[in-house]
């Protein structure tokens, strides 16, 4: 990646398209395990359908975030032409996002919570890598000049990718129906 005044503002652009990519495939390969999948008989697909929209926006939003600063250049080159702004402005777009997502997440997840009587295992995760996510965002604001500006923007970017593995694992979790014959469920204590 260049910058409209030719100079490289990313060290290392495949690592950006690399994380959008690796989203990508954990959106796909989720949607489709989810629609051909078979479901376990004891989670509620409510869950399982709260699990894959989560997935589906935290992996919209590592792409965005992915792209972000190619878009930010090319909309605004003479706000980007300063360096010392670049990543900070990149990340309070980040961070806008991410509040909103993490207010949606929250708002969708509560009434499947309510409707199914206790808390969804992950959730805690999820929210505590949100958070450090924003907190990362949020860095790059409150200290613009700093050399680590771009390692501080990925690590933002490479947290969100964590929580969709997260989703991701969930999801393809409550898929896996292991059914036993008679003798072995036996062997084991299920009946």
């Known amino acids: 990646f260049t910058t409209a005044h030719g100079r490289a ?55 965005f975030m992915a792209f972000a600063p190619v878009l930010l250049d090319a909309v605004m080159p003479h706000i980007t032409s300063d360096e010392r702004w670049f990543w900070p402005l990149t990340s309070g777009i980040a961070l806008l996002w991410g509040v909103a997502l993490f207010l949606r997440m929250s708002n969708r997840a509560r009434p499947v919570e309510q409707l199914i009587g206790y808390d969804l295992p992950g959730q805690l995760r999820v929210k505590v890598l949100g958070v450090l996510a924003m907190g990362s965002a949020a860095c790059n604001i409150a200290f613009p000049d700093h050399a680590l500006s771009y390692a501080v923007y990925l690590s933002a970017v490479l947290i969100c990718l964590t929580v969709c593995g997260i989703l991701f694992m969930r999801i393809l979790n409550s898929l896996l129906v292991i059914e036993l014959s008679e003798d072995e469920g036996a062997s084991r204590g299920h009946r």
């Not at 060290?11 to 989203?23: F, G």
């Open 9 to 63: 503002m990313l060290e290392q652009p495949d690592t950006l398209l690399t994380i959008a990519e690796i989203a990508v495939a954990f959106a796909g390969f989720a949607g489709i395990a989810s629609v051909l999948g078979r479901r376990h008989p004891s989670i509620d697909p409510r869950v399982n359908a709260l699990r894959l929209h989560n997935m589906v926006d935290v992996g919209l939003g590592v792409i």
